[in-house]
């Protein structure tokens, strides 16, 4: 097993903790999701929120560049 060292460790990546640890690298801090599941997220990361609010933020950005 390697070693490795973070500045935040979220454990769990359902909504809270993959809101967590994005708030910590968006605030610049080196981050490790664990998840005792194989693809941590559940619906919402897969199939849910998170992909829709990718594709509004696509939407967003190519409206913007249109103007």
């Known amino acids: 097993m ?3 060292n973070t500045n935040v460790l979220v454990l769990g990546g359902g909504p809270g ?3 967590a640890a994005f708030m910590a690298a968006d605030l610049g801090l ?3 999701l664990v998840d005792q599941a194989e693809n941590p ?3 919402c ?3 849910g929120c998170i992909p829709s609010k990718a594709l509004l933020h696509a939407a967003k950005v ?3 560049a249109r103007e």
């Open 17 to 19: 903790g993959y809101a």
């Open 30 to 32: 080196d981050v490790t």
């Open 2 to 4: 390697s070693e490795k």
């Open 41 to 43: 997220g559940g619906v």
């Open 62 to 64: 190519i409206t913007e």
């Open 45 to 47: 990361l897969y199939r």
